[in-house]
């Protein structure tokens, strides 16, 4: 389903540029040789990469940044999308900008169930 590669190489790319789903596949799949966060980071810089085990740190997106809202001026406004690795979806990413600079972006991923 998804590209076997050099993680390392991957996370450090991942400090550069958006990752692609394959690389991204990668990550989440090998999961286990990762340190799991415990908590968000706050305020964390551009090009971090974090991993988060959503069904018990409930709260992961609460990170100190301003992120912009939906009209309602509370909800922070998300886009969703499912992304492909070859022709399959495999991924689901949920992506917010940042309400005092438009280029920076969150982005959160997870595998879709098989």
Not at 1 to 28: F, G, N, V, Y
Not at 32 to 44: C, G, L, N, Q, V
Not at 64 to 85: I, M, Q, S, Y
Request: charged fraction near 35%.
């Amino acid at each position: 389903m998804c590209l076997r590669s050099d993680i390392r190489q991957i996370l450090l790319e991942a400090q550069r540029r958006w990752l692609r789903p394959a690389e991204i596949c990668e990550i989440l799949q090998n999961y286990k040789k990762f340190r799991i966060a415990p908590e968000p980071a706050s305020m964390p810089r551009s090009g971090s990469l974090f991993l988060f085990d959503r069904k018990v740190l409930r709260y992961f997106r609460k990170d100190g940044h301003n992120w912009r809202k939906k009209k309602d001026g509370k909800t922070v406004k998300e886009a969703h999308e499912r992304l492909k690795a070859g022709s399959i979806d495999v991924l689901h990413c949920y992506y917010a900008h940042g309400e005092d600079n438009e280029n920076f972006q969150r982005r959160c991923y997870w595998l879709l169930e098989e």
